[in-house]
């Protein structure tokens, strides 16, 4: 039992080992799905993590892939599972030293929008979070200029929000040709 | 401003270039503040092109948004195709069979060389060689005669499915592309005769626009921009997907990151595309194309209209709430689209439509690296800059 | 090509003159030279590019001279899909292009909203631009672009005023 128990830690991936010895406290929670390692991370420590793990150098996550978000409020199973938090900042990370892929997802309330921005990090992630605060409304804070991105600058609403209707609100029919600034 | 031209001091000058200019293939946006002829500093604007395809990938079945995929980078939609399918597969735990693996791979490299194709056409034709743009389209006008024969259609595709493709390659198919891929090569050449060791195309894209490697990193570039720096990242070696680790090819990569080796790493890519498509036609397996899963795969036509059946499997497959039903969960998947990697993030909650699905455009990091390569620059080099990312506002914008 | 002004109202006389009305001169002109300012957003713009180029070759039909600048050209293409962003842009190149114009609108996106019922999109740039040829097709085939072109002469030939006229001297 023990033997099998030792061989179960000796494959774990090296980020979760290194992740427990340094950030046990910043872990909500972890799985492996898919081949992809997945952590969930409290929010007011995400960005050391998240900096730990681009600038350790035995794992150097030097590619930041992706940053997007889930509105889980049509969720009730992941709502319940991270204290109601509506909204999940998904981070995708790549290595080019062959550790391979991780996902860092860290839990953001409604009330509390907002969230540390890792543009001092990934100089890519600037439009990332643009593109996250446009359709999501989260805050990043520290941004050095956060827009909106493909929306129009005058629109309202965040379109990728659940409770935002598919068709919109009538700005497609609603149009003031004077107001925009071409 | 290198060359030893005096640098204006007067006033700075803001010039707005695009979202409608010949250059800007479409729907880009830059604001360039200039001094004089120098750039001193680029905004690229985008969201002119966005559609709400992640929106309506919540509101479209899992069949369905192969449809949608299609319109997203329109030089290449088989290689979308072949992205979106594999990550709804991945999250249902299903490997397709061997012959629609190959299938898909050959699609997916004659698309990158639609891709290629176009791409340069176009930078060419920005900088002013208008040959180049008819000959490549002159390849292209064949490449999609084969995907019209195959598909149905010359661009929107839609041809793979989740669980299989369409249907399978039409009889005459292998000897089009052999024909084609064995022309292609001399094809190319002409193009290498004309720009290769051009002086003009050479002064225009030289030292053009360059980008270090961990820069190049950093701002999360990928595809032929990323190994134009000199890093040999490719998902198809890095992380096979579908058969890629059954064919041999070379990563082609350049040193200097600049417009010029931009080009080369392409050119090359093109030949090596060209290996791998006879590869796979060499070693094309037989045996059935779809799966043979009611649960995700249609029925023949023939069954569906002649067999209660075939009907009654088609019926549970087109129905709301019958379809494809991946498990709870979420998946991303990475696959080495013409431009780089184009990732689909799908969250499931169990039901026939995704809860959620984000798009990773490679697109969308080459833009906004797009300051980076500019400023210090010249004005004119913008044109040959940008032409050189190829930057698709489709996949940009979303 | 031909005279095909010479038609209803026109004469030939034993010499070398032909009498006619100056309009069909004109639009015999304009027919035969129309300057597209092609609007490519999409994939539609895709297929416009194949119509110029080697095979299609647009040319035939004296249209080769695309103008990027609108007010040089007497014809839009509008191919592609239209956000709410990029609406202002088109009505703005619309209004800049000079009298006469016409305007054609290719493919299911630009004429209807095709695929894409979504909140950023315009469901067919006819709710604001007057538009007089319609393509079908997503995207249409580079020959409906070419009957597209074709029906646009046909038009000036027969001498009715383009689609926008009325709009712009109400």
């Given at each position: 039992?023990?033997?099998?128990?030792?061989?179960?830690?000796?494959?774990?991936?090296?980020?979760?080992?290194?992740?427990?010895?340094?950030?046990?406290?910043?872990?909500?929670?972890?799985?492996?799905?898919?081949?992809?390692?997945?952590?969930?991370?409290?929010?007011?420590?995400?960005?050391?993590?998240?900096?730990?793990?681009?600038?350790?150098?035995?794992?150097?996550?030097?590619?930041?892939?992706?940053?997007?978000?889930?509105?889980?409020?049509?969720?009730?199973?992941?709502?319940?599972?991270?204290?109601?938090?509506?909204?999940?900042?998904?981070?995708?990370?790549?290595?080019?030293?062959?550790?391979?892929?991780?996902?860092?997802?860290?839990?953001?309330?409604?009330?509390?929008?907002?969230?540390?921005?890792?543009?001092?990090?990934?100089?890519?992630?600037?439009?990332?979070?643009?593109?996250?605060?446009?359709?999501?409304?989260?805050?990043?804070?520290?941004?050095?200029?956060?827009?909106?991105?493909?929306?129009?600058?005058?629109?309202?609403?965040?379109?990728?929000?659940?409770?935002?209707?598919?068709?919109?609100?009538?700005?497609?029919?609603?149009?003031?040709?004077?107001?925009?600034?071409? | 401003?290198?060359?030893?031209?005096?640098?204006?001091?007067?006033?700075?000058?803001?010039?707005?270039?695009?979202?409608?200019?010949?250059?800007?293939?479409?729907?880009?946006?830059?604001?360039?503040?200039?001094?004089?002829?120098?750039?001193?500093?680029?905004?690229?604007?985008?969201?002119?092109?966005?559609?709400?395809?992640?929106?309506?990938?919540?509101?479209?079945?899992?069949?369905?948004?192969?449809?949608?995929?299609?319109?997203?980078?329109?030089?290449?939609?088989?290689?979308?195709?072949?992205?979106?399918?594999?990550?709804?597969?991945?999250?249902?735990?299903?490997?397709?069979?061997?012959?629609?693996?190959?299938?898909?791979?050959?699609?997916?490299?004659?698309?990158?060389?639609?891709?290629?194709?176009?791409?340069?056409?176009?930078?060419?034709?920005?900088?002013?060689?208008?040959?180049?743009?008819?000959?490549?389209?002159?390849?292209?006008?064949?490449?999609?005669?084969?995907?019209?024969?195959?598909?149905?259609?010359?661009?929107?595709?839609?041809?793979?499915?989740?669980?299989?493709?369409?249907?399978?390659?039409?009889?005459?198919?292998?000897?089009?592309?052999?024909?084609?891929?064995?022309?292609?090569?001399?094809?190319?050449?002409?193009?290498?005769?004309?720009?290769?060791?051009?002086?003009?195309?050479?002064?225009?894209?030289?030292?053009?626009?360059?980008?270090?490697?961990?820069?190049?990193?950093?701002?999360?570039?990928?595809?032929?921009?990323?190994?134009?720096?000199?890093?040999?990242?490719?998902?198809?070696?890095?992380?096979?997907?579908?058969?890629?680790?059954?064919?041999?090819?070379?990563?082609?990569?350049?040193?200097?990151?600049?417009?010029?080796?931009?080009?080369?790493?392409?050119?090359?890519?093109?030949?090596?595309?060209?290996?791998?498509?006879?590869?796979?036609?060499?070693?094309?397996?037989?045996?059935?194309?779809?799966?043979?899963?009611?649960?995700?795969?249609?029925?023949?036509?023939?069954?569906?209209?002649?067999?209660?059946?075939?009907?009654?499997?088609?019926?549970?497959?087109?129905?709301?709430?019958?379809?494809?039903?991946?498990?709870?969960?979420?998946?991303?998947?990475?696959?080495?689209?013409?431009?780089?990697?184009?990732?689909?993030?799908?969250?499931?909650?169990?039901?026939?439509?995704?809860?959620?699905?984000?798009?990773?455009?490679?697109?969308?990091?080459?833009?906004?690296?797009?300051?980076?390569?500019?400023?210090?620059?010249?004005?004119?080099?913008?044109?040959?800059?940008?032409?050189?990312?190829?930057?698709?506002?489709?996949?940009?914008?979303? | 090509?031909?005279?095909?002004?010479?038609?209803?109202?026109?004469?030939?006389?034993?010499?070398?003159?032909?009498?006619?009305?100056?309009?069909?001169?004109v639009n015999w002109g304009r027919k035969n030279s129309l300057w597209p300012m092609p609007f490519g957003t999409a994939c539609c713009?895709?297929?416009?590019?194949?119509?110029?180029?080697?095979?299609?070759?647009?040319?035939?039909?004296?249209?080769?001279?695309?103008?990027?600048?609108?007010?040089?050209?007497?014809?839009?293409?509008?191919?592609?899909?239209?956000?709410?962003?990029?609406?202002?842009?088109?009505?703005?190149?619309?209004?800049?292009?000079?009298?006469?114009?016409?305007?054609?609108?290719?493919?299911?996106?630009?004429?209807?909203?095709?695929?894409?019922?979504?909140?950023?999109?315009?469901?067919?740039?006819?709710?604001?631009?007057?538009?007089?040829?319609?393509?079908?097709?997503?995207?249409?085939?580079?020959?409906?672009?070419?009957?597209?072109?074709?029906?646009?002469?046909?038009?000036?030939?027969?001498?009715?005023?383009?689609?926008?006229?009325?709009?712009?001297?109400?």
């Amino acid at each position: 039992m023990n033997e099998e128990k030792e061989v179960e830690e000796q494959s774990k991936p090296l980020v979760l080992e290194k992740l427990e010895t340094h950030h046990s406290d910043a872990l909500l929670a972890q799985d492996e799905a898919r081949g992809t390692i997945v952590v969930v991370v409290r929010k007011d420590q995400a960005y050391a993590v998240l900096e730990y793990l681009k600038t350790d150098p035995e794992l150097a996550y030097t590619y930041l892939v992706d940053v997007t978000a889930v509105d889980n409020s049509q969720m009730e199973s992941e709502l319940m599972q991270f204290d109601y938090a509506r909204f999940m900042v998904v981070y995708q990370l790549y290595s080019y030293q062959g550790q391979g892929r991780v996902r860092v997802k860290v839990p953001v309330h409604e009330n509390d929008l907002s969230i540390t921005s890792v543009t001092g990090l990934w100089q890519g992630a600037n439009w990332l979070e643009r593109e996250t605060y446009d359709m999501f409304g989260i805050n990043f804070d520290g941004h050095p200029d956060l827009r909106r991105i493909l929306m129009p600058d005058d629109f309202e609403g965040h379109p990728l929000r659940k409770d935002y209707p598919l068709r919109g609100r009538g700005e497609r029919e609603r149009f003031n040709f004077d107001k925009q600034n071409v | 401003m290198q060359g030893g031209l005096e640098r204006a001091t007067g006033e700075k000058m803001v010039l707005n270039f695009g979202p409608q200019h010949p250059a800007t293939h479409g729907t880009l946006r830059i604001v360039l503040e200039l001094d004089g002829e120098s750039v001193l500093k680029a905004t690229p604007h985008a969201g002119y092109l966005h559609t709400g395809f992640e929106k309506l990938g919540e509101h479209l079945d899992y069949n369905q948004y192969i449809v949608v995929t299609d319109r997203m980078n329109y030089l290449s939609p088989l290689s979308n195709n072949f992205g979106y399918v594999l990550a709804v597969e991945q999250l249902l735990g299903l490997e397709v069979t061997k012959r629609c693996q190959y299938i898909r791979i050959l699609m997916a490299e004659l698309s990158r060389l639609a891709d290629h194709l176009l791409w340069l056409g176009t930078a060419a034709l920005d900088l002013g060689a208008f040959s180049v743009f008819l000959y490549s389209f002159r390849e292209r006008e064949k490449l999609y005669s084969i995907f019209e024969k195959t598909t149905g259609a010359r661009l929107t595709t839609s041809y793979t499915r989740v669980g299989g493709v369409l249907r399978d390659l039409y009889a005459g198919c292998e000897e089009d592309v052999r024909q084609f891929v064995g022309n292609f090569p001399k094809a190319l050449k002409e193009t290498h005769t004309l720009l290769t060791r051009n002086r003009i195309w050479m002064d225009r894209t030289k030292g053009v626009g360059a980008i270090s490697a961990d820069d190049a990193i950093n701002y999360g570039l990928t595809g032929p921009c990323l190994r134009a720096t000199g890093v040999a990242h490719d998902i198809r070696k890095a992380e096979p997907y579908s058969s890629y680790d059954e064919v041999t090819f070379d990563v082609p990569v350049g040193t200097n990151g600049d417009a010029y080796d931009r080009y080369l790493v392409r050119m090359e890519e093109m030949i090596q595309s060209c290996g791998i498509v006879t590869q796979v036609l060499d070693n094309m397996p037989d045996g059935p194309v779809n799966l043979e899963d009611n649960k995700v795969t249609m029925p023949e036509k023939s069954d569906a209209y002649g067999h209660i059946e075939g009907l009654i499997h088609h019926f549970k497959i087109v129905m709301d709430g019958h379809g494809v039903q991946p498990p709870k969960g979420e998946h991303y998947c990475a696959t080495e689209s013409p431009n780089g990697e184009l990732g689909f993030y799908i969250v499931s909650d169990g039901s026939g439509t995704a809860y959620r699905i984000r798009i990773r455009p490679p697109s969308f990091f080459h833009f906004q690296a797009l300051p980076n390569m500019l400023e210090g620059g010249m004005v004119s080099d913008t044109v040959a800059v940008l032409g050189s990312l190829n930057v698709i506002a489709g996949e940009l914008d979303r | 090509m031909g005279l095909d002004f010479v038609g209803q109202g026109a004469g030939q006389t034993d010499g070398n003159i032909i009498t006619t009305t100056i309009d069909k001169v004109v639009n015999w002109g304009r027919k035969n030279s129309l300057w597209p300012m092609p609007f490519g957003t999409a994939c539609c713009a895709i297929e416009m590019m194949a119509t110029l180029a080697s095979k299609f070759d647009l040319s035939r039909f004296g249209s080769e001279a695309i103008r990027f600048s609108p007010r040089q050209s007497d014809l839009l293409i509008v191919s592609g899909r239209i956000s709410i962003k990029m609406m202002p842009v088109l009505k703005r190149i619309y209004d800049q292009m000079p009298d006469p114009k016409w305007v054609i609108s290719m493919g299911a996106c630009a004429s209807c909203g095709g695929v894409f019922d979504t909140y950023t999109l315009i469901q067919g740039v006819d709710q604001f631009i007057p538009v007089d040829v319609y393509i079908p097709g997503c995207p249409p085939r580079p020959e409906d672009l070419i009957d597209a072109v074709l029906q646009v002469q046909q038009k000036i030939t027969s001498g009715a005023s383009p689609k926008g006229v009325e709009v712009i001297y109400e």
